[in-house]
């Protein structure tokens, strides 16, 4: 077994001065500074690194948040939301009355011829003006239906838009989180590529005295080359994830760093509501389950519709006073058609000149009906529309009943969730106590260097596990709310 080459007399000063750079550079290097900050806070470790100069503030997970309103996806929901208000505000305009004006010309000539031969001809102008309103005011009229339809969508677009926002909600924090994994691999990336070099120059030195085979120097290249691609991995990944989050929040971040202490938003996550509470919020808050509910509404009125339609005889009841008769009455004429639900009236003032006479005024009612004896189209549209109901019905059943599973796995995931994150402080506490140790080894030369260097990437991986927990438990309770909308009491 062949023995380690002597140590020169200088070894135990160097060492001390390599373990004071190293203790120094590399928790920052791996940890930055604002994650060294929380891992402290969390776990007390007996020795702090000296703080780094100042730099550019990182970007947190609240600029994030507050940067959502300025994203494409959330102004694409808005978009929705107000097309949908406008709808329902042009047809509650169209209940209100409709007016307009009219008027005529015509122009008459002819003669005549007396007994005696005398030849004699007239000339007659005649202009009438008019006025004519309408008003839907059966509850079944076209207007009537078309704004309530109106209605339910808005309200429908209004939940939507809701769990929309939440849902983006939790898509940021999932984003920010992806970014923040992306900047600590990358650091823990670039720190076992330093390892890497360091043994494979330890295992060249060694070889160069015989205490090493090149197989073995080989592995500590391959090694190297391992590193170097985790490392070109660990930079791309960081460029997509910061492109991701900037699409979410408008915001460009491809040069950003990223604030990785999330615990201030941890520690203000509501506590979780009883089962069937977030059950219930879910079912209330669910636009599936609301736009399920409109199809069953409008399905029942496309039935009432379509009974009237076949049941309901096409009935119109008008009056009219004034000089002529029929349709060449003048003066104020008004009409109800029972079928469109429609009011309307219409006033006309004749102006005559030359030879024309304009007669007495009269009064005149008049009722029509038509009833259908026969109506096979009436009858298949109702068995139609009786149909629809019934697969909005078991439509709607089916969607309360993917609510609640999807808010019970919700649920669960957001439990699951805030109980890791209790695990991974305890691992860096384990960690953090087990690169003190280590160190204290190094001064009195029981541990290597390289021992210095694996405890502090441990420790690095911890520190990113618990961040990621936590981020998981934000992006969890997110999902949840998306869901059930505002926390709701216990």
Known sequence: MSSSPPRPASWKAAAWRTAVRRTALLPALLLGPAL???????????????????????????????????????????????????????????????????????????????????????????????????????????ANLSAQAAARAYAVARTTFAQTTAALTASVEQAFGRAVTAQLNLAIAQSSLVLAQRQLAQLQAFQAVGNATTQSVQSGQAAVQDA????????????????????????????????????????????????????????????????????????????????????????????????????????LNASLNLNSGVASASYTQPISLGTASTGSASFALGLTASFNVLDPAADGTLKLAELQLQQAQAALTVQGQTVDQNALDAYNAARIAAQAIQARQTAVTAYTTALATVQTRFEVGLSTETDVLNAQIALAQAVRDLNTAQISALTSAAQLAALTGPPVGP
């Open 228 to 331: 170097q691609t985790a490392l070109l991995r660990a930079q791309a990944e960081l460029e997509s994830a910061r492109r991701a989050l900037g699409s979410l929040t408008g915001r460009d971040l491809s040069a950003a760093t990223f604030n990785p202490d999330v615990t201030p938003a941890v520690s203000a996550l509501a506590t979780l509501p009883a089962v069937s509470a977030a059950l219930t919020a879910a079912r209330a808050f669910s636009p599936g389950l609301a736009s399920a509910q409109k199809s069953v509404t409008d399905a029942q009125v496309a039935i009432d519709s379509a009974r009237r339609a076949r049941d309901l005889p096409a009935t119109s009841v008008s009056a009219s006073f004034g000089p002529g008769s029929g349709s060449s009455r003048s003066g």
């Open 36 to 142: 060294l900050a929380s891992a402290s806070a969390q776990t007390a470790p007996p020795a702090a690194a000296p703080a780094p100069a100042a730099s550019t503030a990182a970007f947190t997970l609240s600029d994030a948040l507050a940067g959502l309103s300025a994203s494409a996806q959330y102004r694409q929901a808005q978009l929705a939301l107000s097309a949908a208000q406008a709808q329902a505000q042009a047809a509650q305009a169209n209940l209100g009355p409709t007016a307009g004006v009219n008027g005529s010309l015509s122009l008459a000539s002819g003669s005549s011829t007396a007994s005696d031969g005398t030849v004699s001809s007239s000339t007659d102008l005649s202009i009438s003006a008019g006025a004519s309103v309408s008003l839907p005011v059966l509850p079944w009229s076209a």
